[in-house]
């Protein structure tokens, strides 16, 4: 990735001579304490000379959840309705039930609350954006290369589990939103997308390119859902 150095056989614990070694400003991790086979906080030399930097987590979203929600292969997490007594009952690693509660507050703290210029050129793109990863970001980079504005749609936990089965999505659609928004490329998101991409939806939004990638699921009537999009001269397929 440009811009991006990689320290092979980094040591465990950093010292600020490593720091100095690659000519490294700060040291950053998040809130979570790192402690080495002593007990001892991993960060203590870098902190006591003021280059450690914390990025505190989301409230309510855990990566012990996530990985959980993949080894004992549940579905509680599809579910926004569980009752909040039950949430607070349950043990996340045990159950996988998610307790992350999606706010507005929440969801403009991610967005970029920009909105799309006349003149510019609205790409739409969507998709699951499951366990959200590079390739979801070079994916979203060359979306955005085709136009000014871009506009990803997310699809349901529903939609989701009917095309990839088993207990995906791994994350539940307000956990997928948000990995979303936080990619600088993506300017906005529809919160449940539909699979079908139809003509007033691009009509409705400007949208002016509909990318997406070789491999297209047909929609459950055994169509194209792309089919408007490539009538009107508008769909381009990207690798």
Request: charged letters at 20%; a positive charge.
């Given at each position: 990735i440009p811009g991006i150095e990689m320290v092979r056989d980094a040591?465990?614990?950093?010292?600020v001579e490593c720091l100095e070694k690659y000519n490294i400003d700060f040291c950053v991790h998040g809130e979570d304490l790192s402690v080495d086979a002593n007990g001892n906080d991993t960060y203590a030399d870098v902190k006591k000379a003021g280059k450690f930097k914390l990025i505190k987590r989301t409230?309510?979203?855990s990566t012990t959840d996530i990985v959980g929600r993949m080894l004992l292969m549940t579905k509680e997490h599809h579910k926004q309705d569980v009752e909040e007594e039950k949430l607070h009952q349950m043990s996340a690693a045990t159950t996988n039930v998610s307790k992350f509660l999606t706010t507005s507050r929440k969801i403009s703290q991610f967005s970029s609350s920009k909105?799309?210029?006349e003149t510019d050129?609205?790409?739409?793109?969507d998709g699951a954006f499951d366990l959200f990863h590079v390739g979801h970001i070079e994916m979203l980079k060359v979306a955005k290369s085709h136009g000014d504005f871009l506009i990803v749609g997310v699809h349901t936990d529903d939609v989701v589990n009917m095309y990839r089965g088993a207990n995906h999505p791994i994350m539940n659609l307000h956990e997928r939103v948000l990995s979303v928004l936080s990619c600088k490329y993506v300017d906005e998101v529809i919160i449940g997308a539909p699979y079908v991409v139809t003509r007033d939806m691009i009509e409705g939004l400007r949208i002016s390119v509909v990318v997406h990638g070789s491999v297209v699921e047909p929609a459950i009537d055994g169509t194209d859902p792309y089919h408007v999009a490539r009538d009107m001269g508008i769909f381009q397929q990207i690798e």
């Open positions: 040591p465990y614990t950093t010292t409230d309510g979203v909105a799309p210029k050129k609205i790409v739409y793109v």
